[in-house]
């Protein structure tokens, strides 16, 4: 066992008193002992620590020094007042005048014990608090020529001979040796157990699979393993004891729990493009107090980029954006403008609010948005919820567990927020959604997690949400209609599409592609000018519909696209003739199609003989 304890003696007189009462530790080595040199006290001390001192001791004004020059514990050899006691009767042996240079944090005053001492010989007592003020204070009694012995610690013990005078040496008892070496044993133990346990801990931190990091109630990190070296592609002395808003930026949610006093329980946190990590976090208190934050997380990438291949194979069937911003036509300055908007948008990761006319191409904006983003290669989830009962849209929505409801399917059936996990939930007609289902809706924009009907669990998600509107929320909101909160989660960007009537250069262009698809030898040009005068209350579906029409019959029929117009105008709504119409219209355009009495029939789903009579009329 190498020397465990180092002491800096400052006299050979204390070394021999402190050999005297551990001989057995010093000829095993568990003890070593430098006498003071003047000059060699950094020297001496290192030399201690280096044969694997762990501990230590040192007298006087060679504490303070000792204390500068290495890193481990040092403990101070304190005199008593006994010792004083003793050195202060064999001064008195020399029969002069005793000069008791004392340091000046030693609790001993001579005057309380003047009476109890009885000394023959006067005592003058002289202070210091620096070891440089010792030599002047022996050299100002040298001055006077005054015969005195003079009693001090090993400083004035050394320097007293060099001006002629007799010293005495305040020496160290036995019992204080032994306390002081009692309480660095006691010391060098508690290192030891600490040391092990660090050792335990280190050893845990470096093989344990997850990543560590741990930060201290001052935003400072103070763990960083392997592990989380090898994820965070940081270096340990890059981070270790440096601020971690300063190092780590990508944890900042570590500063957040320290703020707000919340830990992080198993939750899903994308810290780079290429790495998502299952987070724990725990505050760690002392004496009810936040002292820091520790945090565990493991790379969950592959399982999440496993689970989102699953998923999106199972349900791939209508799970696909189709649409591109290069595909939609756009050459007028207002169409120009939205578009670019929009690519803006889909190259960040914030909540869209889509504001259009019926049939203005909102869902054609959703999907090239998607397409355009960083979850393009993720599912596109689409759904109309002004089309879908209460009931049957938080079902669709959220999911339900097996048994949840009279006629829940067997296994239970994931909800379309599930199905979008990894990519993009297109809500149209928000606007239409009930209160108690707005309530639902804002908790799973707030939390981040969906839990089925039925369910006991949560289940955290991680999709972008493009909602469509087909009226204004901020006037539902005042109307009442629409709760504020879920408002102004949905209103992080907002995407305005102008009407097709403002707009009008893409008409001919967009009525061209249209034309194109239907295969007709027809040409735009012929009705160009009828296309530019008509106010499109339809939008972009209107103007699809009326170029089928025109594909067939070879006129467009504006008019018949609001077949109450007319009877409006006149102040008569004949329900009857509006269908019987519309009926007659749908009729001559499959006849003219080509198609015969028995292929019309099945198309509309009706008989022949249903369908004679119809064309009868």
Same mark, same amino acid.
């Given at each position: 066992?190498?020397?465990?304890?180092?002491?800096?003696?400052?006299?050979?007189?204390?070394?021999?008193?402190?050999?005297?009462?551990?001989?057995?530790?010093?000829?095993?080595?568990?003890?070593?002992?430098?006498?003071?040199?003047?000059?060699?006290?950094?020297?001496?001390?290192?030399?201690?620590?280096?044969?694997?001192?762990?501990?230590?001791?040192?007298?006087?004004?060679?504490?303070?020094?000792?204390?500068?020059?290495?890193?481990?514990?040092?403990?101070?050899?304190?005199?008593?007042?006994?010792?004083?006691?003793?050195?202060?009767?064999?001064?008195?042996?020399?029969?002069?005048?005793?000069?008791?240079?004392?340091?000046?944090?030693?609790?001993?005053?001579?005057?309380?014990?003047?009476?109890?001492?009885?000394?023959?010989?006067?005592?003058?007592?002289?202070?210091?608090?620096?070891?440089?003020?010792?030599?002047?204070?022996?050299?100002?009694?040298?001055? *006077?020529?005054?015969?005195?012995?003079?009693?001090?610690?090993?400083?004035?013990?050394?320097?007293?001979?060099?001006?002629?005078?007799?010293?005495?040496?305040?020496?160290?008892?036995?019992?204080?040796?032994?306390?002081?070496?009692?309480?660095?044993?006691?010391?060098?133990?508690?290192?030891?157990?600490?040391?092990?346990?660090?050792?335990?801990?280190?050893?845990?931190?470096?093989?344990?699979?997850?990543?560590?990091?741990?930060?201290?109630?001052?935003?400072?990190?103070?763990?960083?393993?392997?592990?989380?070296?090898?994820?965070?592609?940081?270096?340990?002395?890059?981070?270790?004891?440096?601020?971690?808003?300063?190092?780590?930026?990508?944890?900042?949610?570590?500063?957040?729990?320290?703020?707000?006093?919340?830990?992080?329980?198993?939750?899903?946190?994308?810290?780079?493009?290429?790495?998502?990590?299952?987070?724990?976090?725990?505050?760690?208190?002392?004496?009810?107090?936040?002292?820091?934050?520790?945090?565990?997380?493991?790379?969950?990438?592959?399982?999440?980029?496993?689970?989102?291949?699953? *998923?999106?194979?199972?349900?791939?069937?209508?799970?696909?954006?189709?649409?591109?911003?290069?595909?939609?036509?756009?050459?007028?300055?207002?169409?120009?403008?939205?578009?670019?908007?929009?690519?803006?948008?889909?190259?960040?990761?914030?909540?869209?609010?889509?504001?259009?006319?019926?049939?203005?191409?909102?869902?054609?904006?959703?999907?090239?948005?998607?397409?355009?983003?960083? *979850?393009?290669?993720?599912?596109?989830?689409?759904?109309?919820?002004?089309?879908?009962?209460?009931?049957?849209?938080?079902?669709?929505?959220?999911?339900?567990?097996?048994?949840?409801?009279?006629?829940?399917?067997?296994?239970?059936?994931?909800?379309?927020?599930?199905?979008?996990?990894?990519?993009?939930?297109?809500?149209?007609?928000?606007?239409?959604?009930?209160?108690?289902?707005?309530?639902?809706?804002?908790?799973?924009?707030?939390?981040?997690?969906?839990?089925?009907?039925?369910?006991?669990?949560?289940?955290?998600?991680d999709v972008r949400i493009i909602a469509a509107s087909d009226v204004s929320l901020k006037r539902s909101v005042a109307a009442g209609e629409f709760r504020a909160d879920l408002f102004y989660r949905l209103d992080v960007l907002e995407l305005m599409i102008p009407p097709l009537r403002d707009r009008k250069a893409d008409i001919p262009l967009m009525f061209e592609r249209f034309l194109k698809e239907t295969k007709a030898d027809r040409r735009v040009e012929d009705v160009q000018e009828q296309l530019m005068a008509y106010e499109w209350p339809g939008n972009v579906r209107e103007l699809r519909n009326a170029t089928q029409r025109y594909a067939l019959l070879g006129k467009l029929n504006l008019d018949q696209t609001r077949p109450q117009a007319k009877a409006m105008e006149e102040g008569v709504i004949s329900i009857r003739e509006i269908q019987q119409r519309v009926e007659t219209e749908v009729i001559e355009m499959l006849v003219q199609a080509g198609h015969n009495k028995t292929e019309i029939a099945k198309l509309l789903g009706i008989s022949r003989t249903a369908l004679w009579k119809k064309m009868k009329e």
């Amino acid at each position: 066992m190498r020397g465990r304890l180092g002491v800096i003696a400052n006299s050979e007189a204390l070394k021999l008193r402190i050999t005297k009462c551990y001989p057995g530790k010093i000829a095993r080595g568990e003890m070593k002992i430098e006498v003071y040199e003047e000059g060699q006290l950094e020297r001496q001390s290192k030399a201690l620590v280096n044969q694997g001192a762990r501990v230590l001791i040192a007298r006087s004004g060679a504490y303070e020094w000792v204390c500068k020059s290495v890193s481990v514990p040092v403990i101070r050899l304190k005199i008593t007042a006994t010792d004083i006691i003793f050195s202060l009767k064999e001064a008195e042996r020399f029969g002069r005048k005793i000069v008791f240079i004392q340091r000046d944090h030693i609790a001993f005053s001579y005057e309380e014990w003047k009476e109890v001492l009885d000394l023959t010989v006067p005592v003058q007592v002289e202070y210091y608090h620096n070891p440089e003020e010792v030599e002047p204070i022996i050299h100002s009694y040298a001055n *006077r020529e005054e015969a005195v012995t003079f009693l001090g610690g090993g400083l004035s013990h050394s320097l007293a001979p060099a001006f002629g005078f007799d010293s005495v040496f305040l020496n160290a008892s036995e019992e204080s040796i032994r306390e002081t070496v009692s309480s660095a044993e006691q010391l060098i133990e508690k290192l030891e157990r600490e040391m092990v346990r660090s050792e335990l801990v280190e050893n845990m931190l470096e093989k344990v699979h997850d990543a560590v990091v741990a930060v201290d109630e001052s935003g400072v990190v103070s763990i960083f393993n392997e592990r989380a070296r090898l994820l965070l592609k940081k270096e340990m002395l890059d981070v270790v004891n440096r601020p971690l808003l300063e190092v780590l930026p990508e944890l900042s949610f570590l500063h957040d729990a320290l703020t707000t006093g919340q830990s992080i329980t198993e939750s899903i946190r994308v810290l780079h493009s290429d790495l998502i990590v299952s987070v724990n976090a725990t505050l760690i208190y002392v004496d009810d107090q936040i002292k820091g934050v520790l945090c565990t997380f493991q790379d969950i990438t592959h399982l999440q980029m496993l689970e989102k291949k699953i *998923r999106y194979q199972l349900n791939k069937r209508g799970l696909i954006a189709k649409l591109r911003f290069q595909d939609m036509i756009a050459v007028d300055p207002l169409s120009i403008s939205c578009r670019e908007a929009a690519r803006a948008m889909a190259k960040t990761e914030g909540t869209i609010l889509i504001y259009g006319e019926s049939g203005v191409g909102k869902e054609v904006y959703a999907q090239s948005i998607h397409n355009d983003s960083s *979850r393009d290669h993720a599912p596109f989830v689409a759904v109309n919820c002004a089309a879908l009962t209460e009931t049957l849209l938080e079902s669709e929505l959220f999911g339900y567990e097996e048994g949840a409801f009279t006629g829940a399917r067997k296994g239970g059936k994931p909800g379309l927020f599930e199905l979008a996990h990894g990519g993009t939930i297109f809500l149209d007609e928000i606007n239409s959604i009930t209160p108690s289902l707005q309530v639902k809706l804002l908790r799973v924009l707030e939390e981040r997690e969906v839990m089925r009907i039925g369910s006991d669990y949560v289940i955290p998600l991680d999709v972008r949400i493009i909602a469509a509107s087909d009226v204004s929320l901020k006037r539902s909101v005042a109307a009442g209609e629409f709760r504020a909160d879920l408002f102004y989660r949905l209103d992080v960007l907002e995407l305005m599409i102008p009407p097709l009537r403002d707009r009008k250069a893409d008409i001919p262009l967009m009525f061209e592609r249209f034309l194109k698809e239907t295969k007709a030898d027809r040409r735009v040009e012929d009705v160009q000018e009828q296309l530019m005068a008509y106010e499109w209350p339809g939008n972009v579906r209107e103007l699809r519909n009326a170029t089928q029409r025109y594909a067939l019959l070879g006129k467009l029929n504006l008019d018949q696209t609001r077949p109450q117009a007319k009877a409006m105008e006149e102040g008569v709504i004949s329900i009857r003739e509006i269908q019987q119409r519309v009926e007659t219209e749908v009729i001559e355009m499959l006849v003219q199609a080509g198609h015969n009495k028995t292929e019309i029939a099945k198309l509309l789903g009706i008989s022949r003989t249903a369908l004679w009579k119809k064309m009868k009329e």
